[in-house]
Structures are given as C-alpha cells and as structure tokens.
C-alpha cells in the first residue's frame, strides 16, 4: 500500500515559515493584535456621547441630531423677521414720508382752489336767498343760485377732485399742466418750473367752476379785490339798521348794560 502526499495548507506553511525563520513568537504577537483590532472595532463604545470618538457610525449620527436640534432653522426665521422690519422702517422714512409730503402740498393747492370757489358760490346763494327783493325774478335767481351751490358741493368734492380719470396709480396728474405765465405755444422763461398751484389751478373741475363763478361775479357786479384786504370799506351794521315806526321813542342806548 503506498501512501499519497497531502498538500500543505496556507496556515501550515505560514506556521512552517514563520518557525523555520526563527520569527514564530513575532508573527503570533502580531496575528493576535490584529484580531484584538477588530473586536475593539464591532464593540460598541458606551463613552461616545461623553468624550466622542472618531467618526461614529450612521446609526449614532441620526440619533445625536434628534436628541439635539440645531439653532439655525430658529437663527434663520430672527434674522428674516428684523431684516423685514428694519426694511419697513427704512422705506418708510424714504418713501412714504417724502410722499406724504408732496401729496399733502398737492392736495393743500387743491383745497385752497375748491374752497375758494365753493365759498363764492356759497355766499352768492345766501346773499340771493335772504337780501333781495321779493320779486318773481329775485325767486328765481335764488332758485338757480341754490341749484348751483348744490352742483358746486357735489363737483368740488374731494371724491370727484381725486377721481381715477384726473390722477395716475403713482400720484401723478394726468391732465395738461401749464406754467402759470405761459400761453399755449410759448415755453415761457428758461428754468420755470409747474408748481402745485398751477396743477391745482389746472384741474378741469376747478378750471369749471372757475368760469362759472367768474359768470356769477359780472352778473352781480361782485369785486372780489374788496375781499382780499382787510382796510376795504365795510357797511356799518347801524346804517342797515330799520328805523323804528315811531319816531318819538327813543331808541335804545347801545352801551346799556345787560339785565341779568
């Protein structure tokens, strides 16, 4: 019976090797290191969360970004909030303001305009209703006068003046503007300028009512530029005054004290 050789195995020849080289204590030190290496590897570390370690597993990174949320979604919405504050009061001292301004000199012009011609028309109504003669054309003058205050108060309105037809979304007129000065084909002097009287004065409800007045005032001979100044001459209440029916009574003393 004959006997076939059996092959060596890897570990055999590692361990023929190593003892043959006279290194056999050394390649065992080392072999046992390498293993000690890998168990300390799959053994968890229960000091992670204490003193952290090398970069820790998937698992453990997932966990210790839930059990501590960030500053920086919170961060985030602070730092959005006060830059849209800041950006409010920042535009409404640059824009807002300075808007306001010229709207509340636009519409002052405007006013000045309105009520000038409202007032008019006004006083001519009440001046036709109570002071003239009781006559079938005085009533009728009256009539219209009153008719015409009607009409001026609805037109003059700060509704109709501030219409969508006379002003563009921005602010601005939308209406032909003219220096005051100017005619029609003449560019007037170098360097003038429209103001908010001209603009006012421009509207076409006040550039209406203007001509309409105008009409009331030559047909009842009025001279407005007794009403621009204070030393115009003024009717005495006294000289209006009826005289009393009997001439004989004395009239009373218009320094007498009251009668408490």
Same mark, same amino acid.
């Given at each position: 019976?004959?006997?076939?050789?059996?092959?060596?195995?890897?570990?055999?020849?590692?361990?023929?090797?190593?003892?043959?080289?006279?290194?056999?204590?050394?390649?065992?030190?080392?072999?046992?290191? !390498?293993?000690?290496?890998?168990?300390?590897?799959?053994?968890?570390?229960?000091?992670?969360?204490?003193?952290?370690?090398?970069?820790?597993?998937?698992?453990?990174?997932?966990?210790?970004?839930?059990?501590?949320? !960030?500053?920086?979604?919170?961060?985030?919405?602070?730092?959005?909030?006060?830059?849209?504050?800041?950006?409010?009061?920042?535009?409404?001292? !640059? !824009?807002?303001?300075?808007?306001?301004?010229?709207?509340?000199?636009?519409?002052?012009?405007?006013?000045?305009?309105?009520?000038?011609?409202?007032?008019?028309?006004?006083?001519?109504?009440?001046?036709?209703?109570?002071?003239?003669?009781?006559?079938?054309?005085?009533?009728?003058?009256?009539?219209?006068?009153?008719?015409?205050?009607?009409?001026?108060?609805?037109?003059?309105?700060?509704?109709?003046?501030?219409? =969508?037809?006379?002003?563009?979304?921005?602010?601005?007129?939308?209406?032909?503007?003219?220096?005051?000065?100017?005619?029609?084909?003449?560019?007037?002097? =170098?360097?003038?300028?429209?103001v908010f009287f001209d603009v006012a004065n421009a509207h076409p409800?006040?550039?209406?009512?203007?001509?309409?007045?105008?009409?009331?005032?030559?047909?009842?001979?009025?001279?407005?530029?007794?009403?621009?100044?204070?030393?115009?001459?003024?009717?005495?209440?006294?000289?209006?005054?009826?005289? =009393?029916?009997?001439?004989?009574?004395?009239?009373?003393?218009?320094?007498?004290?009251?009668?408490?």
């Amino acid at each position: 019976m004959r006997l076939q050789p059996i092959e060596n195995s890897s570990d055999d020849a590692c361990f023929a090797h190593s003892s043959g080289g006279g290194g056999g204590s050394m390649a065992a030190q080392h072999h046992q290191a !390498s293993r000690d290496q890998l168990d300390q590897l799959d053994r968890p570390n229960h000091l992670d969360d204490v003193f952290g370690s090398a970069p820790a597993s998937p698992t453990e990174t997932a966990a210790h970004s839930i059990s501590h949320p !960030s500053d920086v979604p919170r961060l985030q919405t602070e730092h959005t909030t006060a830059g849209y504050r800041e950006g409010i009061t920042v535009a409404k001292e !640059s !824009s807002v303001q300075a808007g306001f301004d010229e709207g509340f000199s636009l519409g002052a012009a405007l006013g000045a305009q309105a009520g000038q011609l409202l007032g008019l028309v006004e006083g001519i109504a009440d001046a036709l209703k109570t002071h003239v003669a009781e006559t079938a054309d005085a009533d009728d003058a009256a009539v219209a006068s009153a008719q015409l205050l009607r009409e001026a108060r609805t037109d003059l309105s700060t509704d109709n003046i501030f219409r =969508p037809e006379y002003w563009a979304p921005d602010g601005n007129w939308t209406y032909d503007v003219v220096a005051a000065g100017q005619d029609d084909g003449d560019d007037g002097e =170098p360097g003038q300028q429209i103001v908010f009287f001209d603009v006012a004065n421009a509207h076409p409800l006040i550039r209406k009512w203007r001509t309409i007045v105008d009409e009331q005032l030559r047909r009842w001979r009025i001279q407005t530029s007794l009403l621009e100044t204070d030393t115009a001459a003024r009717l005495d209440a006294t000289a209006v005054t009826a005289e =009393p029916l009997n001439s004989s009574v004395a009239a009373p003393r218009a320094n007498q004290t009251l009668d408490w």
